[in-house]
């Protein structure tokens, strides 16, 4: 860094770039957005600031005929038996539940491309919180296993082998996947390893299958893994259903889930809090974060949005301070006592002083919760009410987090009203209000939130991940003009 130029220098001497650079990116993804929604004929879904009524809102979207369908609508052979498998595939899975949801369902694809036999997942307990937690404390795996019997071999684990009078373990060989592999990659190299060695063990697993696949039967795979083959256990489910029951006796409720867990910090460098905030928060990250970058990924749409800026978009919105609100997320910061207290009373506050009726599973959930309960479990009971939830509102929708899979979750369950704020557009609103140009701010804010399709079908662009719109692959229309759109026979 040149000596003499202050902060202050380096922001002004870089402002001007950026600013021709977004102004150019906003043009092209517009541009490109626009037209993706007028070939399908979904503009109509769109809202008008002078003509929303959020009241409308707490109802699914339009669905313009679509419904959810994952069956199967070619030939598709039954799995292999034992005799026919190429082999055994063992899948190691870390992170916290969502990642581990995403990996379950590539594990299954890939099993289904190799025609191989499938090891029931194992789940890395050192990757999250020290969870010890397995598949089968969080998962129902007898239902798992039932409902996807015509797509995959699955077994609880590998047989051992006899030889010569000798019972042995059967030898698992290693391989690491590249990043987003490919289909080909699996029928090829993984193929050729698998019949070589019997049995092969891919970690890490994480991100190992690419999302977008030409072949739309594997994509209603994945959809089959994840809307119907991965039911959280009863007493999870039972949990789940008792807090829903409790939000709705008094109406209406949204969910919301602010992203605010310690290892995402770490490990994505998202700096979340205000100006303000950001100088107590990167006291304590010093070690992670030797420079703020918060301004420069706060104005690409890169940062989360923090609960005070989800409670002024929901107010500029119309939605009034008596709209009861279900915050989903699973002890933050608990190994760390500062961030506990940060975040209770000074990251959450602003939030709770627009919206006093939050909620949290500590506060509806049946019974004193067990300070010892697994944070897999509650991660679990918080997807469940945020699926159930009449709206859901994600302040980030980053690979694998929660609000990925549950906004296609929601889409694929009707349709259901997710308020989705597009952060790249709103930053400069905000970043305006913070210094002191707050005039029109709402109206600004409306202008961008009700452009949206809040839930409804609409056309996957990349970067949008297929975990999070996966139409329309998986879904079908009853009188389609596309025969391939056409609902297959029950």
Same mark, same amino acid.
């Given at each position: ?149 015509? #797509? $995959? ?8 082998? *006899?030889? /010569? =009078?000798?019972?042995?373990? @059967?030898?698992?060989? &290693? ?87 310690? #290892? $995402? ?8 809090? *205000?100006? /303000? =905030?950001?100088?107590?928060? @990167?006291?304590?990250? &010093? ?204």
């Amino acid at each position: 860094m040149r000596r003499g130029l202050g902060s202050e220098g380096l922001v002004r001497r870089h402002r001007e770039p950026a600013k021709l650079w977004i102004a150019v990116a906003a043009l092209v993804a517009g541009t490109i957005w626009l037209c993706s929604f007028s070939s399908l004929g979904l503009v109509g879904t769109f809202y008008r600031v002078q003509d929303v009524d959020v009241n409308k809102l707490w109802r699914s979207a339009y669905s313009n005929g679509w419904r959810a369908s994952s069956a199967p609508r070619t030939y598709w052979p039954s799995p292999p038996t034992e005799s026919d498998s190429s082999g055994y595939l063992r899948v190691r899975l870390n992170g916290g539940l969502n990642k581990q949801h995403s990996a379950i369902s590539n594990a299954v694809v890939v099993a289904r491309i190799m025609n191989a036999t499938l090891v029931l997942p194992e789940f890395d307990t050192k990757s999250f919180g020290h969870d010890e937690s397995g598949l089968v404390d969080i998962y129902d795996v007898p239902h798992f296993m039932k409902t996807l019997q015509y #797509d $995959v071999r699955i077994v609880m684990s590998i047989p051992k082998i *006899t030889a /010569k =009078g000798n019972t042995t373990n @059967l030898r698992v060989h &290693k391989i690491a996947p590249p990043r987003d592999a490919p289909v080909i990659w699996y029928r090829t190299v993984a193929l050729e390893e698998i019949k070589k060695h019997g049995a092969i063990y891919l970690t890490p697993f994480f991100h190992r299958l690419a999302e977008e696949i030409d072949d739309p039967e594997l994509q209603r795979l994945r959809c089959r893994v994840n809307y119907h083959a991965l039911r959280f256990k009863p007493y999870i489910m039972k949990t789940s259903s008792e807090i829903v029951t409790k939000l709705r006796s008094e109406g209406h409720f949204m969910s919301v889930h602010p992203l605010f867990e310690l #290892d $995402v910090l770490e490990s994505r460098e998202l700096v979340l809090f *205000t100006r /303000k =905030g950001q100088k107590i928060m @990167l006291e304590y990250l &010093k070690n992670v974060h030797p420079r703020n970058r918060f301004e420069e990924r706060r104005l690409l749409g890169k940062c989360p949005l923090t609960p005070e800026e989800v409670g002024l978009i929901l107010r500029a919105m119309g939605f009034d301070n008596t709209t009861r609100i279900y915050l989903a997320y699973s002890k933050p910061f608990a190994a760390n006592q500062f961030m506990e207290h940060f975040a209770a009373n000074r990251f959450m506050k602003p939030l709770k002083a627009l919206f006093p009726r939050l909620e949290n599973h500590t506060t509806v959930g049946p019974g004193k919760l067990d300070e010892n309960t697994r944070g897999l479990m509650w991660s679990a009971v918080d997807y469940m009410v945020c699926l159930l939830s009449d709206i859901f509102v994600p302040t980030y929708d980053g690979p694998s987090n929660l609000a990925n899979n549950l906004m296609g979750h929601r889409l694929y369950n009707g349709f259901q009203t997710t308020i989705t704020p597009d952060r790249w557009a709103l930053a400069r609103i905000f970043t305006d209000r913070e210094e002191g140009r707050a005039s029109g701010f709402e109206e600004r804010v409306r202008r961008v939130m009700f452009n949206a399709h809040f839930g409804g079908p609409h056309k996957r662009i990349h970067p949008e991940s297929f975990y999070t719109n996966p139409w329309p692959e998986c879904f079908c229309q009853t009188k389609a003009k596309n025969h391939g759109d056409r609902c297959p026979q029950d």
